[in-house]
């Protein structure tokens, strides 16, 4: 039921955005943990990968629409989305320096707070529509 309530919203969006910089995070700290740790092999998610499966997956659900209860709503279609994350990595042998490791951290971290950031803003839009208040 609640799950309907967003589908006309950016919501389920930015939660398989938020939930794949999670996952990239804890891939790029392992990166920085194992640098120095002989025969180790760099692992990153590729976010052009997932940015394709995401652009996929929004033109493949149905059209924003009242929230009708249905089995293909465009918030069932995004959880494509996060279960294709799983086949992503790939491993790079080339040696990566700790720079590009920390840089790729960063700029991870940013989307996180980006898709973070709007996320709370639909839900004080949300919230404010509810209570009936003026934003």
């Known amino acids: 039921m609640t799950a309907h309530l967003f589908d006309n ?3 389920p969006v930015l939660e398989q955005v938020v ?3 999670q996952a990239r995070h804890g891939v790029l700290a392992g990166n920085l943990a ?3 740790t002989p025969g180790y092999r760099v692992r990153d998610l590729s976010p052009e990968r997932f940015q394709e499966t995401l652009r996929e997956a929004l033109e493949d659900s149905p059209p ?3 929230p009708i209860p249905s089995s293909s709503s465009r918030y069932e279609a995004l959880k494509h989305v996060e279960d ?3 086949s992503i990595l790939y491993h790079d042998n080339s040696d990566v320096s700790l720079e590009h ?3 790729n951290i960063s700029k991870n971290h940013a989307t996180h707070n980006m898709a973070l950031s709007v996320m709370v803003s639909q839900f004080r839009l949300l919230q404010a529509a509810i209570s009936e208040q003026v934003v």
Request: charged share 10%; glycine share 0%.
């Open 9 to 11: 919203t950016t919501i």
């Open 19 to 21: 939930n794949f910089t």
């Open 34 to 36: 194992n640098l120095d």
């Open 64 to 66: 924003a629409s009242p």
């Open 84 to 86: 294709s994350t799983r």
């Open 101 to 103: 490791q920390i840089a």
